[in-house]
């Protein structure tokens, strides 16, 4: 049993690779809505111009 412990408590690559795949995941999160905030930009603009657009023609 106390070899099992200490064999246990050695290892640290599983717990390394759980920490980087939860700061991946973060990452990852933080990045969709970045670009989820910035579609929404964008896409605002394009109305803003495309309404813009039509008025100057009518």
Do not use: D, H, P
Not at 5 to 19: L, S
Not at 20 to 42: E, F, K, P
């Amino acid at each position: 049993m106390l070899v099992l412990i200490r064999r246990i408590t050695r290892c640290e690559q599983g717990a390394t690779a759980v920490e980087y795949g939860l700061i991946v995941s973060l990452i990852v999160i933080a990045m969709i809505v970045a670009l989820n905030n910035t579609a929404n930009s964008t896409n605002n603009m394009w109305n803003s111009v495309s309404n813009k657009i039509v008025e100057a023609t009518t």
